[in-house]
């Protein structure tokens, strides 16, 4: 259903690419649950869209960069404009640039505004985010996510190495030297969700990456275990190279219902 919305809004308005509006206002009806849109973040799980990446994706591509990933982004980007633009204003077709003159601020600031807000959002379902949940994490684990991503951003191998078990140390050292070839200054590690299982830990959180263009973000599964009282990563499962194309970095794979 999804892919068929953008499907026919694109043969309408005459384009190859993916409208964020027209997906994300429909999105935003379908997933509400007594009136509030329900954001289920394990359906953001790969890269995330930049604003422009969202209005230039080829309609072609949505098949294979999971459609449910791509309505859930469009449905936070709507939410973002209603907090910037009259929503009389909002409809299917416009682009970029003319959502910008209505919210009267450059391109540049618009884009920079929604990654913002897009974190913002992603945070809001964290575990940490409520009460009734705090207590089931353990801080510390949430101090090695932190520990782990500010080794990587200062280029530190040897914390980042230490981080992880023999299966998947080169493999994570190889990823942390691409990514600082192709130029990560900074990066952050949130928890958003976790499940406990044969004393392993997998969390669900937001990464995001740096550079000299601006932030990026991802969705990964990080699985962790205490091994002599240090957490250690023993599985990750995100972006190969976090600051290519969107349609190339998002994996295939089976999408979230």
């Known amino acids: 259903t999804r892919l068929m919305i953008n499907v026919i809004t694109v043969v309408g308005l005459g384009k190859e690419t993916a409208d964020p509006i027209a997906t994300g206002l429909f ?3 379908a997933g509400a649950k007594a009136g509030e849109y329900w954001l289920n973040p394990y359906k953001l799980e790969g890269r995330l869209a930049t604003m422009n990446e969202l209005f230039n994706t080829p309609i072609g591509d949505l098949e294979r960069t999971l459609p449910a990933s791509y309505a859930s982004q469009a449905a936070i980007f709507v939410q973002y404009l209603r907090q910037r633009i009259d929503e009389a204003s909002l409809h299917a077709g416009l682009s970029a640039a003319e959502l910008a003159q209505l919210a009267g601020v450059s391109e540049q ?7 913002a807000f897009l974190k913002e959002r992603v945070i809001k379902e964290s575990l940490l985010s409520r009460p009734e949940w705090v207590s089931q994490v353990d801080m510390t684990l949430v101090v090695a996510m932190d520990r782990r991503a500010t080794a990587g951003a200062a280029g530190n191998l040897g914390v980042y190495e230490e981080m992880t078990t023999g299966d998947i140390q080169a493999n994570q050292a190889q990823w942390l030297k691409d990514a600082r070839g192709a130029g990560l200054t900074a990066m952050e590690s949130s928890l958003i969700d976790m499940r406990v299982k044969d004393g392993s830990v997998t969390v669900l959180a937001l990464e995001r990456y740096q550079s000299s263009a601006g932030w990026v973000s991802a969705v990964v599964s990080q699985t962790w275990q205490k091994q002599d009282g240090s ?14 194309p969107w349609t190339e970095s998002t994996p295939s794979a089976k999408e979230v219902k």
Request: proline share 8%; glycine share 8%.
């Open 231 to 244: 957490w250690r990563l023993t599985s990750w499962t995100g972006p190969a190279a976090p600051f290519a």
């Open 109 to 115: 600031e618009l884009a920079r505004g929604y990654e």
């Open 27 to 29: 999105e935003l009806k």
